[in-house]
């Protein structure tokens, strides 16, 4: 089992930066995908970034492609997504979450975290 536990979320002002994180329990994280998904209020959660189990590939939501980077360090047992050059709309929580599969779908995610919030002012 995995446990996940998100931070780094706050207020910045649009064109800032900002890094989120995810730090995660147990002996095997690194056999896991680590997904980065974001859920603003009266919306559905989205798909943001993720990023396999050794880092070597990596994939993005084409709104974010260009301004965010998913990294990891299995040794420390952690995930991070680099967010630049943010929007208003990139206001949500941010949710980190875990899988067996490399994968943009929410549903395959077996462990979650409880997400932290990122607001991006105008």
């Known amino acids: 089992q995995v446990q996940l536990v998100e931070s780094g979320g706050g207020l910045v002002q649009a064109g800032g930066s900002l890094r989120v994180s995810c730090a995660a329990s147990?002996?095997?994280?690194?056999?896991?995908?680590m997904g980065w998904f974001r859920q603003a209020p009266g919306k559905e959660r989205e798909f943001v970034a993720t990023i396999s189990w050794s880092g070597g590939n990596t994939y993005y939501a084409d709104s974010v492609k260009g301004r965010f980077t998913i990294s990891r360090d299995n040794a420390k047992n952690t995930v991070h997504l680099q967010m630049n050059s943010l929007k208003p709309e990139d206001t949500a929580v941010y949710y980190c979450a875990a899988s067996l599969d490399l994968s943009v779908y929410d549903y395959v995610y077996d462990y979650w975290g409880q997400g932290t919030q990122v607001t991006v002012s105008s």
């Open positions: 147990g002996r095997t994280f690194s056999k896991y995908a």
